[in-house]
């Protein structure tokens, strides 16, 4: 039985990731090791959480010789690496701790990787190919685009937030172990995601939290920046995808061609809230606030998938109109969760962001 540790796995999209390797691979054993942040959230995934083929691990990845001991005890086959800070207005706040966690804490997984990949006798002359490490990394270590072109697996890292600094620092290191030590290992570079079990401090979940709830829905600056959007069930499939058949020390970006100005998306949602929510069309809109821009704020991104749409055959399985409306109904029916996250230490939060606005 194969086992492969999935990082970050309560989080928004590392529960989809383990939720669809746990339905799909029986014969896998999956690990999910996860810290439980704020972002961090069993409930993501009670729907797998006592399938025999999974274990969940709480653990932090910036503690070496706890990732050591880990690897030392499961002897992984493989390892889908997706535990970040991932905000970035967090990151304008406290950019150390996304130093620590998304560079110091890739760097202790590649070093127990190369370990207990490389370096144990009966790996030796192998070169570790079976092991792979696969690194799950985003579209804003490009930087922004102007009004046209798009993100390849060539443009140049520009990162700007200290969100993109430390996750483009991570790619580097990843790509680092493979040419120096011959680490097996793929990187992918996803544009935004959007779906179930989103973290309601990110644009689409809060917008419709504070919509339900009547409150004013905070848009940066002019609205005018563009995101490139992706179902995030899309972007469980291109890493499943990834992960069994890149070759090692390849590079793809994922992207779902589907770019909207944060305004436009904001009325196509005021739409279906409206309609959902049976209020007068009309209504949810008032609540759009113009707040002070995001410092350092990108203006637009915009992914080329199509290396691997060419060599792995991933393509996008919804309309961005047809997911969203999908996203909304989730939020609505699960209002449980989003209760017990939107109380308690999320009300601070957000109440102390929003006051300096
Ligand atoms: P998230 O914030 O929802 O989840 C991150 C998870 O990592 C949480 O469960 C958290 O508890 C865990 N974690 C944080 N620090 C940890 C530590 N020190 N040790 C162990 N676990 C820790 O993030 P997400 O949006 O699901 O993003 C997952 C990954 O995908 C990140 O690497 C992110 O950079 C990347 N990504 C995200 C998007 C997006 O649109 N959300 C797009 C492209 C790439
Ligand atoms: O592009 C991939 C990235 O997408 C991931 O790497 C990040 O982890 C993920 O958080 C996301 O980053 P963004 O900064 O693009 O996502 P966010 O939802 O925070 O913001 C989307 C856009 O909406 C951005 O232009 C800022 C704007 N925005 C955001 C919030 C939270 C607002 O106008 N108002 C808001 O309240």
Same mark, same amino acid.
């Given at each position: 039985?194969?086992?492969?540790? %999935? ?8 529960? +989809?990731?383990?939720?669809?390797? /746990?339905?799909?691979?029986?014969? #896998?054993?999956? /690990? ?17 959480? *006592? ?26 086959? $493989? /390892?889908?690496?997706? @535990?970040?800070?991932? +905000? /970035? ?25 190369? @370990? ?8 030796? $002359?192998?070169? $570790? ?27 140049? #890292? ?17 790509? @680092?172990?493979?040419?120096?030590? $011959? ?13 179930? #079990? +989103? ?38 499939? @291109? %890493? ?6 890149? *070759? ?37 809109? *008032? ?9 350092? +704020?990108?203006?637009?991104?915009? %992914? ?54």
């Amino acid at each position: 039985m194969k086992k492969i540790l %999935i990082t970050g796995g309560a989080g928004f999209i590392g529960s +989809h990731v383990v939720r669809l390797f /746990v339905n799909k691979y029986p014969n #896998y054993q999956i /690990v999910n090791l996860d810290k439980l942040t704020y972002a961090g959230n069993l409930a993501n995934l009670t729907d797998i959480e *006592k399938k025999p083929n999974y274990e969940f691990v709480k653990g932090d990845i910036v503690d070496a010789e706890f990732i050591n001991n880990l690897f030392c005890k499961y002897k992984f086959d $493989g /390892v889908i690496h997706l @535990a970040a800070e991932s +905000h /970035v207005d967090r990151s304008i706040t406290n950019p150390l701790e996304f130093v620590m966690t998304n560079v110091i804490g890739t760097v202790n997984l590649l070093n127990a990787a190369k @370990a207990n990949w490389l370096q144990i006798p009966s790996h030796i $002359g192998t070169d $570790g190919k079976e092991f792979r490490f696969y690194h799950v990394s985003t579209d804003e270590v490009y930087g922004s685009l102007g009004e046209t072109g798009m993100f390849t697996e060539n443009t140049g #890292y520009d990162p700007h937030s200290p969100y993109s600094a430390s996750k483009a620092s991570s790619d580097h290191f990843v790509r @680092a172990y493979h040419d120096t030590y $011959g680490l097996n290992i793929a990187i992918s570079n996803c544009s935004n995601n959007y779906g179930s #079990y +989103h973290f309601p401090e990110k644009l689409i979940p809060l917008s419709i939290n504070n919509i339900k709830n009547n409150k004013p829905i905070p848009i940066y600056g002019k609205g005018e920046n563009i995101r490139d959007w992706l179902w995030v069930e899309d972007h469980a499939r @291109a %890493i499943d995808l990834i992960y069994h058949k890149a *070759k090692t020390g390849t590079t793809y970006n994922i992207g779902g061609h589907n770019e909207w100005t944060n305004i436009d998306l904001i009325h196509l949602l005021c739409k279906i809230m409206d309609k959902k929510l049976n209020r007068t069309p009309g209504d949810s809109a *008032k609540l759009i606030t113009y707040v002070k821009d995001r410092a350092g +704020h990108d203006l637009r991104y915009a %992914i080329d998938s199509s290396k691997l749409q060419n060599e792995l055959g991933w393509t996008p399985s919804l309309q961005f109109e047809e997911g969203l409306e999908k996203t909304v109904d989730w939020y609505l029916q699960n209002s449980e969760w989003l209760n017990n996250i939107t109380s308690g230490d999320y009300k601070k939060y957000y109440e102390k962001q929003y006051s300096k606005r």
